[in-house]
């Protein structure tokens, strides 16, 4: 993996061109000993070789569209691409009617002059954190390839697309960590910002209280430059912050319950290289997780939302869902005005509630995923399914409910399996916690 700033250098200064960048994506997803052909659910093979032609063409002259003109990237099925439907790793929407035009993030790309791919795989109707897809198959994450492990969702094909060279960046959607799983689990940086900042327009739906728009890419500084971006603004390299005297909270209530062995090894190595750099480490209890559980015991918002979308296809094409993805959908049925009402009552309260917990530190540390990723074929039994698809969620989905921006960055040693940091930052505190996860990754890297 390299970043999309060296391949920028590369291709600014002539040592390479757009054209070879997508050749060697294209053979990468061609290669009948990878994982292409679960990665992608259509590849848009010409048109990204007819855009490669045009970005190289254009910087002979002077006239690229800027410095990422002719990079690689993948798109996750639920974006809107005007021309084509949008599946959302469905079967039932894969003949829809076109879109009309293309979603506002992915415009900014393709303004910024990133090609394409084409369109990622994902977790049918992107609502499992497992990345499991019966339609298109399932992309096994590139650590243990013998086992066939998850790659995680449910940007599964974005996260795998990124960390096996198919695309050198990517954009996922994030409701209750579909950003930060994968990129946990494929061993590359995810990331979930504050959602007001990025538009969600031209994005099928899950939950759109929770949804948010986010890069999974190879460092932290991909993700920023992207970010600001899909945002609307001028992309920048972060500004690593000072170590010395940051104060971290590390939960000590929910977030560390259920971990394995090498996720609690590669976690207490993290927090100790940044000790060691500086960092004043502060264990503390959260009071308001102990709520949630009892918050979202009828759905909470995800199954809610998604059922009133939902609703209408269910009644016309639910047999051609996958079941598993249908049972949750529909647990929002039993949902009433009043219980989503209360829903919102809580949200709102146990944010206020944690923004005053979060105040006196810098940023709140935890794992990312609470467990290795598991092979995909022990999750075939349904009870199995329900209960590490509900683990794995459960440390991203805090960020989510509470309105907050997170990232995952790798935290694990050199040929281990992969583990996820995650640092999750204030409301709209983008900014600062992409200087802090600089920082964090430099030390961890060191």
């Known amino acids: 993996m390299r970043a999309i700033d060296d391949i920028a250098a590369d291709l600014g200064a002539g040592r390479t061109t757009s054209r070879t960048l997508v050749e060697e994506a294209l053979a990468r997803i061609a290669d009948p000993a ?85 369109r990622a795989n994902m977790t049918e109707f ?55 799983i994968p990129a946990a689990f494929c061993g590359v940086v995810g990331y979930k910002p504050t959602a007001r900042r990025v538009p969600i327009d031209g994005v099928l739906p899950l939950a759109p209280s929770l949804d948010s728009v986010g890069p999974l890419a190879p460092t932290v500084a991909c993700c920023a430059e992207i970010d600001a971006i899909l945002a609307g603004g001028t992309p920048r390299r972060p500004t690593p912050a000072s170590l010395e005297g940051l104060r971290l909270a590390v939960p000590e209530n929910t977030v560390l319950e259920g971990l394995d062995a090498t996720v609690s090894a590669a976690f207490d190595r993290a927090l100790a290289v940044l000790s060691q750099a500086g960092v004043r480490i502060v264990r503390t209890r959260f009071a308001p997780f102990e709520e949630l559980p009892a918050v979202n015991a009828k759905g909470g918002f995800a199954a809610s939302e998604a059922y009133a979308w939902h609703k209408p296809l269910l009644a016309a094409a639910g047999d051609g869902y996958d079941q598993r993805i249908r049972l949750r959908i529909a647990r929002g049925e039993h949902m009433s005005a009043a219980d989503y009402l209360a829903l919102v009552q809580a949200r709102r309260r146990l944010i206020a509630a944690f923004d005053a917990a979060t105040a ?32 794995i969620l459960r440390n991203t989905a805090l960020g989510n409910f509470f309105d907050r921006c997170a990232i995952s960055l790798p935290c694990h040693r050199p040929g281990d399996a992969p583990v996820g940091l995650m640092l999750m930052g204030e409301t709209m505190g983008d900014a600062r916690l992409f200087s802090i996860a600089a920082a964090a990754e430099a030390a961890l890297a060191a």
Not at 46 to 62: F, I, N, P, S
Not at 363 to 373: H, L, S, Y
């Open 34 to 118: 990878g994982e292409g052909a679960r990665v992608f659910i259509k590849v848009q093979a010409e048109q990204a070789r007819a855009m490669a032609d045009a970005a190289d063409a254009l910087r002979k002259v002077g006239r690229a569209a800027g410095p990422y003109a002719g990079i690689p990237i993948a798109l996750k099925d639920l974006f809107d691409i005007a021309g084509e439907p949008t599946p959302a790793g469905s079967a039932v929407l894969a003949d829809a009617p076109p879109a009309a035009a293309n979603a506002p993030v992915v415009a900014r790309m393709l303004a910024a002059g990133f090609i394409p791919m084409g």
């Open 126 to 180: 992107a609502f499992s954190g497992l990345g499991i897809n019966p339609h298109y198959g399932t992309p096994s994450s590139p650590w243990d390839r013998a086992s066939s492990r998850i790659p995680g969702g449910s940007s599964s094909g974005t996260g795998v697309a990124v960390a096996d060279g198919m695309a050198a960046a990517g954009l996922g959607t994030d409701t209750g960590g579909s950003c930060r």
């Open 360 to 391: 006196p530190f810098d940023a709140v540390v935890m794992p990312t995923v609470p467990i290795v990723a598991p092979p995909i074929a022990e999750l075939d039994d349904e009870r199995a399914y329900n209960s590490i698809n509900m683990l």
